[in-house]
């Protein structure tokens, strides 16, 4: 089980890594706000790893009960379980939530463009949702301090 910890672990990071590389290197060259979709992406892959991680180490070491490998069930277990115990910001969880809404609503949207360097997804009845490159920036960040918490948690714990 240790195996799957690690390989969590190290998906979350590879991920982050591209999202990294997308972010900093691609889109300043290409300047296409479409490429924000799948930096996001790489960021919510990176967050769900992470958890993942952290989540089976604490199954491993008899510390929280089984948990089910969907997102949403990975998000409540650390809620319940792991965030108090190692202080783990309700924020991060938050935005882990809310990438994955911008992401289910950018698949259901009938419609999306690109209007003044932001991405615009539009919704069936018309509600607008945009994401911009500082927005992105902003998710980044606190997706990396997330994860890096994440990772010392697991080399001391």
Known sequence: MERVVEESYQKAVRCYRTADHLLTQTYPFVNDPKLLLTVLENLFLAMSNAMAAILHQEFVQKRIPPFGET???????????????????????????????????????????????????????????????????????????????????????
């Open 71 to 157: 997102f949403d069930d990975k998000l409540n277990a650390v809620k319940l379980h792991i965030a108090r115990r190692y202080g783990i910001v309700g924020e991060d969880l938050s935005m882990a939530a809310e990438i994955k809404s911008i992401l289910l609503a950018h698949k259901k949207s009938p419609m999306e463009f690109v209007r003044k360097d932001v991405f615009v997804i539009c919704s069936d009845n018309y509600q607008l949702q945009t994401l911009s490159a500082q927005q992105i920036k902003a998710y980044y960040a606190r997706a990396k301090v997330f994860i890096e918490a994440i990772g010392s948690i697991l080399r001391h714990g």
